[in-house]
């Protein structure tokens, strides 16, 4: 074989390695004590967010982490041959049960899109017997590799995801959720943007902006930026 078809097949396996060689895990630390640090900008408000991997609770057999916001806000996670999963989220008096877990961010090639069907059940500690079921479908891709910036710094080959999640409620509200994440190696989320669009009975919607971008970290006992 000539030398450009030998060098041709050579690219096309580091490109075929590099779409397929990777896990969420790998991008998605789930230690115990790791914790996260953003700056959050909610259409004209911003403010900080300390995001700490604290505990684990049992869920159908599984352990899942907690991934702790705030004293009364956490969502319980794990990580598997098929991605990042959550269980359940709470907030405050309220909490919603995935049945079957929901699928943050799936192992999945370049360019590929995975479509799941979700269904969830919320519930208030006010009122435990009034159940508010949640039917929904999300699409998501990852759309590549790609360097991105954030105040902390310049993060490289991190993996960019979209995600589009249309949801309804049996109490009448429904809404549409676009985000587009991208993930570092060994870090976690860097940079979120989200639109959500809300759709309640019989108004119009309700749509706002959110961007979230990593300040600085504590990975593996390792400090990352300004603490």
Do not use: R
Not at 136 to 159: A, Y
Not at 166 to 177: K, M, R, T, Y
Not at 185 to 195: N, R
Request: aromatic letters at 10%; glycine letters at 8%.
């Amino acid at each position: 074989m000539g030398k450009k078809t030998v060098f041709a097949i050579a690219f096309i396996l580091i490109s075929t390695s590099l779409v397929l060689g990777y896990e969420i895990k790998d991008y998605y630390p789930l230690t115990q004590g790791d914790s996260w640090v953003y700056l959050v900008t909610a259409d004209s408000s911003s403010s900080t967010e300390k995001v700490v991997i604290q505990g684990t609770e049992m869920v159908d057999d599984i352990e899942a982490v907690k991934i702790v916001s705030s004293p009364d806000e956490y969502e319980l996670a794990s990580i598997d041959k098929e991605g990042l999963k959550h269980y359940k989220e709470v907030d405050g008096k309220e909490y919603e049960i995935f049945n079957p877990p929901m699928i943050i961010y799936p192992n999945i090639g370049i360019e590929e899109t995975k479509d799941y069907v979700n269904k969830s059940v919320m519930y208030s500690e006010e009122n435990i017997s009034q159940e508010n079921k949640i039917s929904g479908k999300s699409k998501i891709m990852l759309l590549g590799i790609e360097d991105v910036e954030v105040p902390l710094k310049k993060f490289t080959n991190c993996l960019k995801f979209s995600c589009v999640y249309e949801w309804q409620q049996s109490h009448g509200l429904s809404g549409l959720d676009e985000c587009t994440s991208w993930l570092a190696p060994g870090i976690g989320l860097v940079k979120e943007f989200c639109v959500y669009i809300k759709f309640p009975s019989n108004e119009k919607a309700d749509i706002s902006v959110g961007t979230v971008e990593l300040i600085s970290a504590y990975i593996g006992g390792e400090k990352i930026g300004k603490q």
